[in-house]
């Protein structure tokens, strides 16, 4: 068996006088998905942003490829392979798709202009209206600023966005809240996907029939805690609503 992709262990995050996680551990393995579920305040987001390098736990251990590690920032993760699709959409709403899917990673001209720092945005399109043909994102026009797509159309750009620079991980954070049936699909085509060519996904849902669908494994927090782990095709609607809620505890503290 190989080594998780990232692996928490006995993590704790407080904010003040809120305990977020109180000792929370979870893994995910290169080629696998992961559902990651609970009930709202559970600490889902706060657990994956600290696996994520966007918050520092309190305490506990972080392991990537085996490997005990911090992240110390989101780009410090990213240049590792781990990318995020945050629950609140992290998108530069004044730039277009094409600019949003290279943030922080632009092409530059070729020669003496690059190294003055100019772009090559018509390289950036292209590759752009490429991958969101590849991924099926539907967009109009790619020359638009995001925030006048609609709110789903700007949560396609952001898995995009995560998956085409994902080489070991990517987390993704309700990534199908907003979405209609058919970009819904999409999203969980691209999903499995990505973990066919691999990759470590964690996926954040609220929807127990898409959890069942899409994942391998299920792993449930409760009250900043793991409470148990199910093999997808073994679990039951039943088995996870009962562990979200309490009516079910696998693992003792
Ligand atoms: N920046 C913060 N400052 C203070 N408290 C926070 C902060 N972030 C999260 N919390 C608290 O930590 C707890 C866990 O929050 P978190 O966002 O991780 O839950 P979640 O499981 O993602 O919930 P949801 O399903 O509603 O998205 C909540 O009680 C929340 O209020
Ligand atoms: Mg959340």
Not at 83 to 98: F, G, H, K, N
Not at 183 to 191: N, S
Request: net charge neutral; aromatic share 4%; proline share 4%.
């Amino acid at each position: 068996m190989t080594a998780p992709a990232l692996e928490a262990v006995d993590l704790t995050k407080t904010y003040g006088s809120v305990e977020a996680l109180r000792g929370a551990s979870f893994s995910v393995h290169p080629g696998e998905v992961v559902a990651l579920i609970g009930d709202n305040g559970a600490g889902k987001s706060t657990l994956v942003k600290c696996m994520a390098g966007a918050e520092q736990p309190t305490s506990g251990t972080i392991r990537f490829e085996g490997a005990e590690t911090r992240f110390d920032s989101p780009t410090d993760a990213r240049r590792r392979g781990i990318e995020t699709v945050y629950q609140d959409l992290a998108v530069a709403p004044e730039l277009d798709p094409a600019a949003n899917l290279f943030l922080g990673r632009e092409i530059r001209r070729p020669g003496v202009l690059g190294a003055l720092g100019m772009l090559d945005k018509k390289a950036m399109r292209r590759r752009a209206a490429e991958e969101f043909g590849r991924l099926g994102v539907a967009l109009q026009s790619i020359d638009v600023p995001i925030g006048s797509l609609s709110g789903g159309q700007r949560q396609s750009v952001a898995v995009a966005r995560s998956v085409v620079w994902a080489s070991k991980v990517v987390f993704m954070d309700e990534p199908t809240a907003a979405l209609g049936v058919v970009q819904r699909e999409r999203v969980l085509d691209v999903i499995r996907r990505v973990r066919d060519e691999g990759v470590a996904v964690v996926l954040i849902s609220h929807n127990m029939p898409e959890v069942l669908s899409v994942s391998d494994r299920v792993e449930v927090l409760r009250l900043g805690r793991r409470v148990a782990r199910f093999t997808a095709k073994d679990a039951t609607l039943e088995d996870l609503v009962g562990a979200m809620t309490g009516a079910l505890h696998q693992e003792e503290a």
